[in-house]
């Protein structure tokens, strides 16, 4: 027998929106499962009726038909099992259960008593807009690459997409602290072209490097980053976690914008049955966990998000989070010049375009496809070139 | 049109086996898009045809039917391009195409000249043997729970475990550093136990505390239980990143055997035709990220992992990695005592078995439960109590 505990808890509780896969009995079977597998990991039976059976365990809160084989359950845990610290809470909402198949995080109710634990974004939005000094248009965004290219090279791209008026140019995900590509030189020749490039147009461009890196590595490539002048930093929260990405953004050393990248966290939303929503994942995690911009495919481009999983993404990052400030979606992944319009008309103006290697489609090179770029955002979306079209000249 | 490049590369190439979803044709598109996308992520007519070319872009070097519908297909990288960093070793390997259905990591293959920038498991399974001095037998673990439980309940339970002869004792994944478990107190008092036992019983048993944590916090835990006595840490690396959990395993002044936990990474196994293998997931990755330990659900408990799946991650846990050692297999998730003949039959000597709740079934108590797991054991996994049938015994 375990004795009684007086555990002195608040009441306050946030909740998760499951979806979960069986029939009825089956479903209720899981949600109850749930409610222990996340708090307890005990067998209920041998848990004195004290708080820790009334509040520890994870609590049915709503039980709704989704379709003929799928339930959306609510279930709620005290806010004090996770007590402030963005791991433990992903640990609760999505931890020994992300082992079993058929269930899915679909939603968050994140009240202020969990909230006020986060600082969220430093930037988000408007701290965004006033660095790079656009108000009211998308933002523009590019990265510099392939990997392989002469530092020198990547370098010259900064300059090129600065000068043709891309707000934000970030270092392409691969890019890290290679023998053929070192991040310090790197980084000092960058931050240095587009400083160059800035004081020749009279804007504000911004590079943004990737600090992803192993252990002590990380901070100490934003620290660089932000001595060399960066505007930003790139970094890959499914690879280092998403409290390092928290950390950065906490740091009053480096108050850099941070760009969230997907890299290896598909599995999480690519089986329709397990995972976490995109809406989750990329928009609401990524606000408690202090990025400015949220990085994924959109529809029609490489990858295979929906219209509809990409649009919720974007309402995630924007929509109301209490103190917790809104924050840009960048949609990605092999889009064209071409489809500026369309994504302008799907996400509005509070969006990041971020067009890679379609730039360097263009025969007259980066700063002239940069032009181009700037100027088909000013214009609605209006097509001034066609990738597809002039490929074909410079193709070998 | 790009300058052509030198980047002097030795030309030691890894590879990666992927499972590819699709027709031959469908297969092989992918396949080339995967050498792309995990690379140069640029369209590759525009890459000079140099040295990125045929170097730092993926190769395709066979390809394998599986079965009517899924191709087995090995593409190598140069050693270069992750250059010794974990980080960007993941970020290579299922990047940007784990957001793309259809592709599995099912196998690597990892020459001298990637291994030598791992230093791997400090321990493996020879050093935790040497540890608790168990040199001829699997290993005996369970765990302190359930949460909320005071830590002075918690340090007993702590103290009966290792009385009756557990080797090693962990915390439950969800103890942190709740105001109803603060992490130092616990860790101070649940030592002191351990210690207290060890003085009596003449055998040694270790306490590994969780040290999953946010940012500076995962550090600071460790090294505060390394300064308490702890003799393991408790790591969860899919939310803090496993280059965190390397980074532990490789700091000299913490030099403590490394539990790599499961939790949050279920989704990257349970998709049949996304994700990365068991194999690779639980067993080589956590290899080269340092565990000395890896813990999964062993099949027939609460979790579903296949008898084969769970075979998998044994033999990559053990079989030979370079200079890699070996690493204890731990099966848990709901083993009931009843089953060790048959987790010693499946796994050989070379386990640990991991019984967490159904110890607390035993009518006499923790320690009486812990002397018949050691018994039951030493005698080959002979069924010494029940805790079925006892159960409703004690069940309110």
Same mark, same amino acid.
């Given at each position: 027998m375990l004795a009684p505990t007086t555990l002195n808890l608040s009441g306050e509780r946030f909740s998760v929106v499951y979806h979960i896969v069986g029939n009825y009995e089956e479903v209720m079977r899981k949600a109850e499962d749930i409610c222990v597998e996340q708090t307890i990991e005990f067998p209920a039976d041998l848990v004195p009726d004290d708080d820790i059976r009334s509040s520890i365990i994870g609590r049915i809160e709503e039980v709704d038909t989704c379709d003929n084989n799928t339930f959306r359950v609510r279930i709620s845990y005290a806010v004090e099992i996770v007590q402030g610290e963005l791991t433990q809470f992903l640990n609760v909402i999505f931890g020994n259960i992300s082992l079993k198949p058929g269930i899915r995080v679909q939603d968050l109710h994140l009240p202020e008593a969990l909230l006020r634990d986060y600082c969220g974004p430093r930037f988000g939005i408007s701290g965004v807009r006033s660095l790079v000094g656009a108000f009211d248009r998308p933002l523009l965004c590019t990265a510099i690459k392939? /990997?392989?290219?002469p530092v020198v090279e990547l370098s010259r791209q900064v300059y090129e997409f600065a000068l043709g008026g891309v707000d934000i140019i970030k270092d392409d995900?691969?890019?890290?602290?290679q023998s053929f590509s070192s991040y310090r030189e790197r980084v000092s020749r960058c931050t240095a072209s587009v400083q160059q490039a800035n004081q020749q147009s009279g804007r504000v461009s911004i590079y943004a490097p990737n600090v992803t890196a192993p252990g002590e590595q990380l901070f100490e490539r934003a620290y660089f980053a932000k001595q060399a002048g960066a505007g930003a930093l790139l970094v890959s929260p499914g690879i280092v976690g998403f409290d390092r990405m928290q950390a950065l953004a906490d740091d009053d050393q480096i108050a850099l914008p941070i760009l969230y990248h997907p890299t290896f966290l598909g599995s999480f939303v690519t089986a329709p049955f397990n995972g976490i929503s995109h809406r989750v994942l990329f928009g609401l995690i990524g606000r408690l966990a202090g990025a400015d911009i949220v990085i994924f495919p959109n529809f029609g481009?490489? %990858?295979? %998000?929906s219209h509809e999983e990409c649009l919720s993404i974007a309402q995630a990052a924007r929509e109301?989070?209490?103190h917790v400030k809104p924050i840009f979606p960048a949609p990605a992944g092999g /889009?064209?010049?071409?489809?500026i319009a369309e994504m302008m008309e799907t996400y509005g103006k509070d969006v990041i375009l971020l067009i890679g290697g379609d730039l360097h489609r263009h025969p007259q090179g980066l700063q002239r496809a940069s032009q181009l770029f700037r100027e088909s955002v000013l214009q609605?979306?209006?097509?001034?070139?066609?990738s597809d079209y002039l490929a074909p000249t410079i193709r070998q």
């Open positions: 392939p /990997m392989g290219l995900h691969g890019l890290t602290n481009g490489r %990858f295979s %998000f109301p989070l209490g /889009m064209k010049i071409e489809r609605g979306g209006k097509v001034l070139w066609q």
